[in-house]
């Protein structure tokens, strides 16, 4: 970004969202004044030679679920529709202050509870690459923003796979960050126990630039942990012969959409020719539905503890489907809840243990490509991501070669914690392959 440009950037992504919000549905609220401000502020900046980050006067946006000083937090939900921020999220401090550019909220599958985005309080969000079709979620707003070209760099949030399947949804870049890595202050949890604060972006490199920013201790989230010395985040340079990618057979009892398969096989077929060893490998214990169950009773029974009273105050401020996942986790007996928590400190301790023999896992993102909007929502769509998550570990989303008029497909890899360079350039390798 040259001198001058911070403005003229925001002020066109600022035209593009009053010229489509109407129909995509991709923010709630938009903070023009504020973000002119901060571009104005950053192009002068620019003038004197006082380049904050990489980021500094890039346009970004916020999933509304993590606090924005001045702005409503509505976490997709019409009961805090005017619950106003009244400071920012560690995160958000940290993106300030490296000159980024706000943007304004997104829109957010409820609650933070789903994958489709169709918000019956703030419209049903569209994915811009497959229009008609769902951007995924719960962070579909910020799929949909990168995909657009609304935004370069998006924030979500990533429970079970939150922000890889709108990235993969919408044929774009996402990153899980290793546990803790980004602080969760300021968050409207779902879960504590499984949510992380991610980027979504056009490149790998802008995740990087994002995810470098983000990083670091935050004194009022007790999870947040402090990377370790030479941590870096930029993708590094990455040569495929020798590298050991391990694939999950339960890979293959997912019931999987064709072209998902098809273009996963292919990546990996193109991975061997560029000579990387693909190691079958079984990760013990991981039944993916019975997983993908486990963690959701963890949420649902987090979030009750959370805003029940909301709930009991205000039934008619949520949809009743949300409701009725959220009481059935606070109904749900100790001894259930329990056993989902010892059966994913588990199954996280046998994917940590996998990572030993291979430099990453190598999956689909989720099981399906996006579908159409009014469709079921398929109940495995968290399949494939919500392993990171239950293991803590680092996991980056990227789109695979096809057809551009089809909806998109995507992989993702998992690795070690604070892997989180290692993974983008070697995502970033593997993305370069062509057929």
Request: net charge negative.
């Amino acid at each position: 970004m040259t001198a001058g440009q911070s403005l003229a950037a925001t002020r066109a992504a600022l035209q593009r969202i009053a010229a489509t919000n109407d129909d995509w549905h991709v923010f709630i609220t938009v903070d023009a004044e504020g973000a002119l401000k901060a571009a104005a502020d950053s192009d002068a900046r620019r003038a004197e030679g006082a380049v904050l980050s990489p980021l500094d006067g890039m346009p970004i946006a916020i999933k509304d679920n993590i606090d924005v000083a001045g702005l409503p937090t509505t976490v997709g939900t019409d009961a805090h529709r005017g619950a106003v921020a009244q400071r920012d999220a560690a995160v958000i401090a940290r993106l300030r202050a490296a000159g980024a550019v706000i943007l304004g909220k997104l829109n957010m599958h409820e609650g933070a509870l789903g994958a489709t985005t169709d918000n019956r309080f703030y419209g049903r969000c569209e994915n811009p690459r497959a229009p008609g079709h769902t951007p995924g979620g719960s962070s579909g707003g910020s799929g949909a923003a990168v995909a657009g070209g609304l935004v370069p760099i998006a924030l979500g949030t990533d429970t079970m796979g939150s922000v890889r399947i709108p990235a993969a949804y919408c044929g774009c870049w996402g990153l899980k960050p290793t546990q803790g890595l980004v602080g969760t202050s300021g968050l409207v949890y779902l879960s504590w126990t499984l949510d992380t604060i991610g980027p979504l972006a056009a490149t790998p490199e802008d995740l990087a630039d994002a995810i470098r920013i983000m990083a670091g201790p935050d004194r009022d989230d007790p999870r947040s942990v402090t990377a370790p010395a030479g941590w870096d985040p930029a993708p590094l340079p990455t040569d495929l012969r020798g590298i050991r990618l391990g694939r999950p057979r339960v890979v293959d009892a997912v019931a999987t959409e064709d072209a998902v398969r098809a273009a996963y096989d292919a990546l990996l077929e193109r991975a061997r020719a560029a000579g990387a060893e693909i190691v079958d490998l079984d990760i013990a214990g991981w039944d993916t539905g019975r997983a993908r169950r486990a963690g959701l009773l963890v949420s649902e029974a987090e979030a009750g503890s959370l805003i029940g009273a909301d709930l009991d105050a205000r039934p008619e401020a949520f949809s009743e489907s949300f409701r009725a996942m959220i009481d059935y986790g606070r109904k749900a007996p100790g001894e259930r809840i329990a056993a989902a928590y010892h059966a994913l400190g588990q199954l996280g301790l046998a994917a940590r243990n996998a990572l030993g023999g291979v430099d990453a896992l190598i999956l689909p993102t989720a099981p399906q490509r996006a579908f159409a909007h009014g469709a079921p929502a398929p109940v495995n769509q968290a399949d494939f991501t919500a392993l990171a998550n239950i293991a803590g570990l680092p996991a980056v989303a990227f789109p695979l070669p096809g057809p551009a008029d089809e909806p998109p497909t995507s992989a993702q890899l998992v690795g070690r914690p604070f892997a989180e360079g290692a993974l983008l350039g070697l995502a970033r390798a593997l993305s370069e392959l062509r057929p």
